[in-house]
């Protein structure tokens, strides 16, 4: 983890985090939240060790590009401003 990620991305998750939760279940959303983590966490390093040994490095980066694109066109559509 990076210093920047520590002091602004982890506290806005969990507000956001316990903002979600009902009264009395906060500990569930930040259970579930962190078991999602870990297993996203886990098929990242499988899917990414895989592609680096089976295919091309343009593929491998095509690959891992594509997700990170899709996901900024579609938050581009929103807006930041709320109504």
Excluded: C, H, K
């Excluded at 870990?38 to 891992?64: C, D, F, H, K």
């Amino acid at each position: 983890m990076s210093i920047g990620s520590v002091a602004t991305l982890l506290p806005t998750l969990e507000t956001m985090t316990a903002s979600l939760a009902t009264d009395g279940s906060q500990g569930t959303f930040f259970g579930a939240s962190s078991s999602v983590d870990a297993l996203g966490g886990a098929a990242g390093y499988y899917v990414g060790s895989w592609l680096i040994l089976n295919r091309t490095p343009v593929e491998t980066w095509l690959t891992l590009v594509d997700p990170g694109q899709r996901r900024a066109a579609w938050v581009s559509g929103f807006d930041a401003a709320p109504s």
